[in-house]
């Protein structure tokens, strides 16, 4: 609840110091970000989820869905859904020590809802890679009753690791 508020308190945008201080505590917020090496992005939409197993060319993740992330009918947006699997997606592929690849298409089929407070697993496999150019197909389903909620189809690029 005090992390929510700190959002609302970041998201209201003020063009002049108030007196009581919001404004400060909105660049306090965004120090504390920085100081983290995280975007406000990435600590708004993915704070929760835990890594529960990488294999290579595989990723299992646990989500339990915030009400930061849902919609009116407090069911999990399409949009973070999009978001999950862009970002398991792209953290499949990835090499350390280069820049990130680039997602190049993403084709989900919403198939179920989440409703605030379930479980969720989120798989990414990879499909396939040619050349710089991967795929993966992430799933995410709810962790109680094995219902899939979305199935996403991610095609990344990027740069390879030199074979030196």
Same mark, same amino acid.
């Given at each position: 609840?005090?992390?929510?508020?700190?959002?609302?308190?970041?998201?209201?945008?003020? *063009?002049? /110091?108030?007196?009581?201080?919001?404004?400060?505590?909105?660049?306090?917020?965004?120090?504390?970000?920085?100081?983290?090496?995280?975007?406000?992005?990435?600590?708004?939409?993915?704070?929760?989820?835990?890594?529960?197993?990488? *294999?290579?060319?595989?990723?299992?993740?646990?989500?339990?869905?915030?009400?930061?992330?849902?919609?009116? *009918?407090?069911?999990?947006?399409?949009?973070?859904?999009?978001?999950?699997? *862009?970002?398991?997606?792209?953290?499949?592929?990835?090499?350390?020590?280069?820049?990130?690849? /680039?997602?190049?298409?993403?084709?989900?089929?919403?198939?179920?809802?989440?409703?605030?407070?379930?479980?969720?697993? /989120?798989?990414?496999?990879?499909?396939?890679?040619?050349?710089?150019?991967?795929?993966?197909?992430?799933?995410?389903?709810?962790?109680?009753?094995?219902?899939?909620?979305?199935?996403?189809?991610?095609?990344?690029?990027?740069?390879?690791?030199?074979?030196?």
């Amino acid at each position: 609840m005090i992390m929510e508020k700190k959002i609302l308190d970041y998201l209201q945008l003020s *063009d002049e /110091v108030e007196e009581d201080g919001r404004e400060a505590q909105r660049l306090e917020l965004e120090e504390e970000f920085s100081r983290e090496g995280r975007s406000f992005y990435e600590v708004l939409s993915l704070r929760g989820i835990r890594v529960n197993r990488v *294999d290579p060319g595989f990723i299992s993740c646990s989500f339990k869905v915030p009400l930061r992330l849902t919609d009116r *009918d407090r069911n999990l947006a399409n949009g973070a859904i999009v978001n999950l699997v *862009d970002e398991v997606g792209g953290a499949l592929v990835q090499i350390q020590g280069l820049p990130p690849c /680039v997602s190049v298409d993403m084709s989900i089929a919403f198939l179920s809802t989440a409703k605030l407070g379930e479980e969720l697993e /989120v798989t990414s496999r990879l499909l396939g890679e040619r050349g710089r150019y991967k795929g993966t197909l992430v799933v995410v389903r709810n962790k109680r009753t094995g219902e899939v909620i979305a199935e996403g189809r991610h095609s990344l690029f990027g740069r390879q690791a030199s074979k030196l």
